[in-house]
């Protein structure tokens, strides 16, 4: 008879190393995002064709270069595969990032744990840009290689180097912003298009511009800083605008996300005609800029869904009848949303003219043809809001709604002009006026006409194109329409009123 074995000794667990294991004070959900990035192929095919290529192709440039170019190759070379993969390759990532969690049903239950929804969105971004980060990181030998050719203007190519990793991180924020939005033209097309222009952009820059980034990163030239810091700006309010509208998508409808967008907007806004102010900005570019600004915000804030609930208004009830004029512009919700419009139009177009006061401007002249472009991208925002509100109410009127107006506006616009040009009268086209980005359609017909009617052989046409009418044209299409939204507006604030009564009664019911 065989006597059984000895049973082995237990022994304890192996202890894990400190740096083997993600600290408990990082979100579970960027770790999570984390392992599971570093793990997917595409992160890994990235990394590794990144190596690759660079090894082959700077061994290549080098041969085959002149111990001048050299150095010039290879810098070349390094910024075009690295922008490549952290501006184009890796945002894409980010496409399904928010829309997977809602299609396998998963964002209630994080929402129901200690995961707010800013949260899970941060989550998903800084597991993107980290992976951004290591590959930044593993370029660093070859920027050692180009030291030794000499000629290396190093603040200027570390600073180009880490505006093109902010530029990675700005087009991820809005890669993973939009992965909330259902429709897969918005989610998906939308971000594809930016890629392919975004590409073409780095192409022509590293090949006819690369000399003239390098100069600008030097901050050698007047204004350079300023201008950097305004874009660094910009980008960083683009990347949160994004991240904001992922997160209030899938935020629950007690969380208020939309007062401190606003709040922020309107400090950005206000910083920025500061900024410009003391670094005396071309007055015809800080609109545009301003533009920019208020663009996303009355985009967003114009089809957010009415959905008030009482704890919203009570922080707001505390102040009075000054929190209820508060809560007007900064409610969730599309009709303060358009009251909150209408004050951002206002302090973009007073900063725009307090910059022209303090600049020394003549007055408060601008050109026509600046206003002209200023009221109808002004008119492509307002017009889409106002169609919106006009769809019947079984139509959700969502933010994805809202862009595809803005497009078909856009492609009508196209669509006249490649009529305009294979027909002999093209003046059928003032009858399209109302609609914004015809307008601009209509500053070229009234160039074109007025040259035209210039005698032969003169020396030079007297005075200047007429843009007035087209000019009234534009102030007209925008009040109208910013007071057909105001007039919906106007017609739901019985029901915010409604909201505030209730919370003023829960709140005096309290013990």
Not at 34 to 62: E, H, P
Not at 77 to 92: D, E, N, T
Not at 426 to 455: E, G, T
Request: hydrophobic share 55%; proline share 6%.
């Amino acid at each position: 008879m065989s006597t059984p074995a000895p049973a082995a000794a237990a022994t304890p667990p192996p202890v894990a190393h400190p740096l083997d294991e993600f600290s408990d004070r990082i979100s579970p959900m960027l770790v999570k995002e984390l392992r599971q990035g570093l793990r997917a192929k595409t992160f890994v095919i990235v990394f590794l064709a990144l190596q690759a290529m660079l090894a082959v192709v700077l061994l290549a440039a080098i041969g085959a270069s002149s111990s001048e170019d050299a150095g010039r190759s290879v810098s070349t070379i390094i910024f075009l595969f690295f922008s490549l993969a952290v501006v184009i390759v890796q945002p894409l990532r980010g496409i399904g990032a928010l829309h997977n969690e809602i299609k396998g049903n998963t964002i209630d239950l994080m929402v129901l744990t200690r995961l707010g929804a800013w949260r899970i969105v941060l989550g998903k971004w800084v597991s993107i840009v980290s992976q951004s980060a290591l590959l930044l990181t593993a370029i660093a030998p070859y920027l050692i290689l180009r030291y030794f050719f000499g000629r290396m203007n190093l603040f200027a190519e570390l600073n180009l180097l880490l505006l093109i990793f902010l530029a990675s991180a700005l087009f991820t924020a809005i890669t993973v912003g939009l992965s909330a939005i259902p429709s897969i033209l918005i989610r998906g097309l939308l971000p594809l298009v930016m890629a392919l222009y975004i590409g073409a952009g780095i192409f022509a820059a590293s090949d006819d511009y690369f000399g003239d980034l390098i100069e600008f990163c030097a901050l050698q030239e007047d204004g350079s800083g300023w201008a950097l810091l305004a874009g660094l700006v910009t980008a960083a309010y683009f990347g949160w605008s994004s991240l904001a509208l992922g997160a209030s998508m899938i935020a629950p409808m007690a969380e208020n996300h939309s007062t401190v967008r606003r709040l922020l907007t309107l400090a950005v806004v206000a910083g920025f005609a500061v900024i410009a102010t003391v670094a005396n900005f071309d007055r015809e570019a800080i609109g545009p800029v301003l533009l920019l600004f208020c663009a996303p915000a009355i985009a967003i804030a114009v089809t957010e869904p009415l959905q008030l609930l009482p704890p919203i208004c009570r922080p707001f009830l505390r102040f009075g009848a000054a929190g209820k004029l508060a809560g007007r512009f900064l409610y969730p919700g599309w009709p303060s949303g358009i009251l909150f419009s209408g004050l951002l139009i206002a302090l973009g177009v007073g900063a725009v003219l307090l910059h022209l006061r303090a600049g020394g401007g003549p007055g408060w002249a601008f050109d026509d043809k600046f206003v002209i472009l200023m009221l109808g991208a002004l008119g492509t925002l307002l017009l889409p809001g106002l169609l919106i509100r006009l769809m019947p109410r079984r139509i959700p009127r969502t933010f994805s709604l809202f862009l595809l107006f803005a497009g078909i506006l856009i492609g009508t616009a196209i669509g006249l002009s490649i009529v305009a040009e294979e027909v002999e009268n093209d003046s059928f086209m003032w009858a399209f006026a109302w609609i914004p980005p015809v307008q601009f359609n209509l500053m070229d017909l009234i160039y074109r006409d007025y040259y035209d009617s210039v005698a032969p052989g003169a020396t030079g046409p007297p005075g200047s194109p007429d843009y007035q009418p087209l000019v009234l044209t534009g102030i007209a299409t925008c009040s109208i329409y910013y007071l057909g939204m105001l007039l919906f507006a106007l017609r739901n604030f019985r029901s915010i009123r409604e909201v505030e009564e209730e919370a003023a009664t829960i709140t005096r019911s309290a013990p």
